[in-house]
């Protein structure tokens, strides 16, 4: 079971699909405006409150698919499995887009405030929202069958080209056909349409397409729906989490102020690709790890993962974090802008930070099919996130709820692992603590620190984008260096050890 490669996959795709996304952000806001990029930025957060009617089959068929490999003997019964949730998902889908289509006059007129935007120009983007949701929707599932068909590589190709086509695709349509919202959100309907397409293809052909038994199941259904109950609440509570604060402060506020959070937070969103990557690849692994009952080489895994995903994402998180001012005014050049955004920036920063470390023990818990802890932690965290959210906004305004999205992050990391390794993994949490997150958490914080006090505020842009690169780099290196698994990988490279295990992951 090589993850590497798979990490690797993963990886490539999703820095890809990044860099995409993010390339093109400037010229968004650049012809449509900021308060246009508003709108994305609630399309955004609307598809994400909607994934919780994913009823967790997304990650069952993963974890299904993982534990049978869909090898001769069980592709029939993975084949009918797929049919079965493809029928209901579609279902879903539909229900999901034409609620939002039926909607968008309230949504637009009611809950959304425009001013540089017309109201009709509003609700017609709702209404393409709603379309673009349908063929969105489905993704999810096609992407968990293939993951857990270790079909990541061909997965991920599938993906940027996606993205490619409907990051860059939408640039050249308002910036050299239709400067308007509505003529983005048209493009993102036919880049949903191309990218469902080849997930379909992708996925049937892996699973025999040619074969007979694909059928609709309810006995398959309810035998999966106990697993997925629970992944369904936690993917319920996840997403009140994550997005409360974003539709909270989209009403709250006008739309252009609101464009300047959804900045903040789609930059900061982009160090759970580490951890979305990395997880990707380790949990239908996992899963086989604790079908097989091979707990040793579980427990290797999950360390040398965990110290893996704390290399990539303590140093570059912290960087961007202390040195947000500077990043920005070298990615939107719009001084107003980074004014306005930097702080929110580092305090959203650092609560993905730790909650990208969290990702792996969530998905130990799953492989085992352990789904109440996470369960019962989301929603003792939504009883006190949402008046903390309030009570934060109402004093500080957006950066509040940057502040409140810090303190239940760190609520994760103190108490989920020690009643997790009660039960998982018994006698590795201090391991996870002071090894695995300690070590790159505290050389990040002293070596970047350090870095932004001494770093002249009057150097040249480019000057110190290089001097920040240079300490950021530093702190990666070190940390590298003292971690163990890492050293062994560094060590082995360079030929100075035989070890037989010379993949980080494999």
């Given amino acids: 079971m090589n993850a590497t490669k798979n990490i690797v996959a993963n990886l490539s795709g999703r820095i890809w699909s990044a860099v995409m996304n993010f390339a093109f952000v400037p010229i968004y806001i650049h012809v449509l405006g900021i308060e246009a990029y508003g709108l994305i930025g609630f399309f955004v957060s609307l598809l994400a409150i909607f994934l919780f009617l994913d009823m967790g089959l997304s990650t069952a068929i993963n974890r299904e698919m993982a ?6 003997d069980t592709v029939g019964q993975a084949r009918t499995l797929m049919r079965t949730l493809e029928t209901v998902y579609w279902g879903v889908g539909l229900a999901m887009g034409l609620a939002i289509i039926l909607l968008a006059p309230t949504i637009g007129r009611e809950w959304l405030h425009p001013h540089g935007i017309s109201t009709e120009a509003t609700i017609t983007a709702v209404r393409l929202m709603g379309v673009v949701a349908i063929l969105r929707w489905p993704v999810a599932l096609y992407t968990g069958a293939l993951m857990g068909l270790n079909r990541q590589v061909n997965l991920n190709i599938v993906t ?4 490619t086509v409907q990051a860059g695709g939408a640039a050249l349509i308002i910036y050299g056909v239709s400067p308007t919202v509505n003529a983005f959100f048209l493009w993102q309907v036919f880049a949903a349409a191309l990218q469902i397409f080849f997930l379909i293809r992708l996925t049937w052909r892996s699973l025999a397409a040619d074969e007979p038994g694909a059928v609709f199941s309810v006995r398959m259904l309810r035998g999966v729906l106990a697993f997925s109950a629970g992944v369904t609440g936690i993917t319920i509570l996840s997403i009140v989490l994550t997005q409360l604060d974003k539709f909270l402060l989209s009403s709250l506020l006008p739309l252009t102020q609101f464009g300047y959070y959804a900045l903040a937070g789609a930059i900061a969103g982009t160090l759970n690709i580490a951890a979305i990557s990395i997880n990707g690849a380790m949990f239908p692994i996992f899963s086989r790890l604790v079908e097989a009952r091979q707990l040793d080489e579980l427990r290797a895994l999950y360390h040398r993962s965990a110290q893996l995903l704390s290399l990539i994402v303590m140093p570059a998180g912290l960087t961007l974090a202390f040195f947000s001012p500077e990043l920005l005014a070298a990615y939107v050049g719009d001084p107003v802008i980074v004014e306005k955004t930097h702080l929110l920036l580092s305090y959203l920063v650092i609560g993905n930070v730790l909650l990208s470390v969290m990702v792996l023990p969530l998905a130990l818990q799953l492989a085992y099919g352990w789904t109440s802890l996470s369960l019962v932690k989301n929603i003792v965290a939504v009883v006190i996130f949402a008046p903390m959210l309030l009570i934060f906004v109402q004093y500080y305004g957006a950066v509040g709820a940057g502040m409140a999205w810090i303190v239940l992050t760190i609520g994760y990391v103190l108490f989920e692992i020690p009643i997790m ?7 590795e949490m201090w391991h996870w603590y002071l090894i695995d997150v300690g070590i790159p958490a505290i050389i990040s914080v002293v070596v970047l620190g350090l870095a932004w006090a001494i770093i002249p505020r009057d150097m040249s842009l480019l ?24 050293r062994r990988w560094i060590l082995a490279l360079a030929g100075l050890t035989h070890r037989a295990d010379r993949g980080v992951a494999q």
């Fill in 421 to 427: 390794h009660r039960r998982l993994l018994k006698h």
């Fill in 463 to 486: 000057i110190t984008l290089a001097a920040i690169a240079l300490a950021g780099a530093f702190a990666a290196a070190l940390s590298a260096a003292l971690l163990p698994e890492s």
């Fill in 160 to 163: 940027s080209i996606y993205a």
């Fill in 67 to 72: 534990r049978s490999g869909a090898g001769p």
